[in-house]
DNA sequence: GGAAAATCTGTAGCTACGCTACATTTCGCG
DNA sequence: CGCGAAATGTAGCGTAGCTACAGATTTTCC
C-alpha cells in the first residue's frame, strides 16, 4: 500500500556512474576512495568507515568528503546507494565472460549484465520521443516492422503484439519484401525501421523509398547514425555493448522491452471495446491447448 | 578486478518474500515491525532503529529481534538487504499499469516490472538442470528448437546464435513442419520445446514422436506441467506472470536470456579454433553495412 | 625564485546509533 | 489459583560515523 511515496530521495541514477563523471571535480586522495568503491561496490556495502579508509589508505573524514563530493550526504548513504546499485551484483563493467568460467558464473553475469543493461536503457529513454512515437503509433492506419537478423526478431515479436490492439500490421526480414511492402505503403501509414547500429544499408534504402511516399518512418535504434538521421523520428535505445565475443548482444532484449512499452502504450489509447475484445482474447489464449498457428485465429474459449 | 568474491554472504534471495514466509515463526510483535517493512520497504531504509521502533509501536530491541527472526545478523543487514531489493523501486505487485497512466509511468512499470521479473527468474533457476542442459547442448549432433507464438519468437532467437557455434541447428514455428522435422531426427538429437505455460498440445505431440525415436528432448518451460513431465530435462524459468491484461508477458524475455546463458555457455566449451571462427565473424558483422539476409552468409571482412 | 595564501589531508574528540544484559510483565498450564 | 516459561520493555555499553581544528602541500603572485 502507500505506492506514492512523496518523501522519495531525489533519483541519483545510477551511483557508479555518477562517481564516474565527478571524477575529475575529485581531490586526489578523494579518488582513491573512488577506486576502491568502484573497483568492488559489492564489498564496499559491507565495509566499515575505517575499513573503506583503510582499503584506501586515506583517513575516515577524506572518505566522508569523497561522499559529499558525490552528492551524497555520509558514508551509510553512500553504502545504501551501492546495495541499490549491487543488486545487479557486481557492476556491469566487470562482468566480462571468462574462458573457465563454471556455468553458474556465466548465468550470474549474463543475467546480470542484462539487468544493468536494461535499466541504463530505461534511464537514457528520451519520455519525449516515446510520447511522440506513441501518438504516431496510436494514429496509423498501418503500421509494418522491419529489421534484420536479431533485429528482425524485433520486428516478428512487435507483429505479434500489436495486432491485438485492431493495428493491422506485418513484419518483414526480408529485404527484397521490405522494399515491395515499402511501395505498397501510403501517406499517414507508419513504418517502423529497427536496427542496432542503425547503418544496415538494405534497411535504409528501404526507408528512403518508404519516406519518398510520404509514409512517416520512427527508428528504433541503439544510437544516432544513418537511420536515425533517415527517419522522421528516432526512439534510442541505448544498450551498454561492451565487445566482449561471448557478452551476447543486450540490444534485442532491451528492444523488446521498448516494445512492450509501446504496445501497451498504444492499447490504453484505444477505447474501452476493444481493451474487452483484448482481454477475451487474451482468456482464449491461455486456455487454449491446441496452440494453432501463430496467424491468430481467433480459438474458441475452452 | 577480484572477481570472485569468496566473502559473499548468503544470498537470501529476496528479503520480502523471506519475511512472508517466515512470518508464522514471529512473535507476535516482531510480527508487526514485519508490517511496517512489507508495507513501506522504501521507508524503512531510511529509517533509524528508533524510528522503525516507534513506527511499529514496538521497542529497539523487537526489532532486532525481528532481523534475527528472519535471519539477519542486525537492523543495519536489514537496511542493507532492503536497498537491493527496492532498488528497482517499487515492488513488483504494485506495479498494476492503470488505464490512465502517463507514457512515463507506463515505461517506468514496465521496466521494473521487466527488471523484478528476470530478477526472479534467475534466483528461481536451478544452476544442475541448467549444466544438465548445457552438457546436453554441447554433446549434440544436431538441435532443433521449436515453439509456437511468442515461444516461436524464442526459438527463432536461439537459431540465430547457435549456430555460430559450429552447431548444426533450425527452429521451426509451424506445427507440420515440427512434427516432420521431429521424424527426421536421430537418437542424440536434441530438441528444444519451449512453451510457457506447457501445455501446448501441439507440441506435446511433436516431443511425443520425437522421444519415440530416441530424441533427447529439454522442455523450456516456465512452470511444471505436462511439457516438464514429457521432456527428458525441463528447465524451469520461473516469472512473476500477474494477469492484469496490459501487462507484457515477460516469459519470452526471461526465456531469451536463458537462451543467452546456453549458447555462451555452450560456446565456452568450444575447442579455442572455433572460437577464433566465432571472433571473426562477429567482426565481419559487426563490420557488415550491406545487411544481407539472416540466412548467416559470411560476409567479407570490410 | 621565494614567500604568502589557499587548499588539501590527517588527528582528536564528540554525538548517537545500534546492540546486549537484565528486569518486568504476560500468558499458558497444572 | 499459583507456578513456570515465554515474551516484551528498560537501562547501559561499545563503537561507528561525523565535525572542529591543526599541520602539510601545492599554488600563485610579486
Redesign the interface.
Known amino acids: 500500500?502507500?505506492?506514492g511515496?512523496p518523501?522519495?530521495?531525489p533519483r541519483p541514477g545510477n551511483v557508479l556512474q555518477a562517481i564516474h563523471e565527478r571524477m575529475a571535480d575529485l581531490r586526489p586522495s578523494e579518488r582513491k576512495v573512488a577506486q576502491v568503491v568502484l573497483?568492488?561496490p559489492?564489498?564496499v556495502?559491507?565495509m566499515t568507515l575505517a575499513e573503506a579508509a583503510q582499503a584506501a589508505t586515506v583517513s575516515e573524514p577524506t572518505v566522508i568528503r569523497f561522499c559529499e563530493g558525490i552528492g551524497l550526504p555520509g558514508f551509510q548513504h553512500l553504502?545504501?546507494?551501492l546495495?541499490?546499485?549491487?543488486?545487479?551484483g557486481?557492476s556491469a563493467t566487470?562482468s566480462v565472460?571468462a574462458?573457465d568460467?563454471a556455468?553458474?558464473q556465466?548465468?550470474?553475469k549474463?543475467?546480470e549484465y542484462?539487468?544493468t543493461s536494461?535499466?541504463h536503457?530505461?534511464r537514457r529513454?528520451d519520455?519525449a520521443t516515446?510520447?511522440q512515437v506513441?501518438d504516431l503509433l496510436a494514429a496509423a492506419p498501418r503500421i509494418e516492422f522491419m529489421g534484420?537478423?536479431?533485429s528482425?526478431?524485433v520486428a516478428?515479436?512487435a507483429q505479434?503484439?500489436f495486432p491485438l490492439f485492431g493495428r493491422p500490421c506485418g513484419a518483414s526480414?526480408?529485404?527484397h519484401q521490405q522494399y515491395m511492402l515499402a511501395m505498397t505503403m501510403e501517406p499517414g501509414d507508419v513504418l517502423v525501421a529497427i536496427?542496432h547500429?542503425g547503418?544496415?544499408?538494405?534497411?535504409l534504402q528501404v526507408v528512403e523509398a518508404a519516406r519518398a511516399r510520404g509514409v512517416t518512418v520512427i527508428a528504433l535504434t541503439g544510437q544516432t547514425g544513418s537511420l536515425s538521421a533517415a527517419a522522421d523520428v528516432a526512439l534510442i535505445v541505448e544498450t551498454l555493448d561492451n565487445t566482449n565475443?561471448?557478452?551476447?548482444t543486450i540490444s534485442?532484449?532491451a528492444a523488446?522491452?521498448v516494445v512492450?512499452?509501446l504496445?501497451?502504450?498504444v492499447?490504453?489509447r484505444m477505447p474501452a471495446a476493444k481493451?474487452e475484445r483484448?482481454?477475451q482474447m487474451?482468456r482464449a489464449?491461455?486456455c487454449?491447448?491446441?496452440?494453432?498457428?501463430?496467424s491468430g485465429d481467433e480459438a474458441a474459449v475452452c
Chains 1, 2 share one sequence.
Open positions: 500500500m502507500s505506492g511515496d518523501s522519495a530521495p573497483a568492488n559489492g564489498r556495502v559491507r553504502k545504501l546507494e546495495a541499490r546499485n549491487s543488486a545487479f557486481v566487470h565472460i574462458p568460467d556455468p553458474q556465466v548465468t550470474d549474463i543475467f542484462t539487468l536494461l535499466d536503457a530505461r529513454l519520455p516515446l510520447a506513441i534484420m537478423g536479431a528482425g526478431i516478428l515479436d505479434q503484439k526480414i526480408d529485404h536496427s547500429r547503418e544496415t544499408r538494405s534497411l565475443v561471448f557478452t551476447p534485442r532484449i523488446l522491452v512492450d512499452v504496445s501497451t502504450a492499447a490504453l481493451t483484448l482481454a487474451k489464449l491461455t487454449m491447448r491446441t496452440g494453432g498457428s501463430q
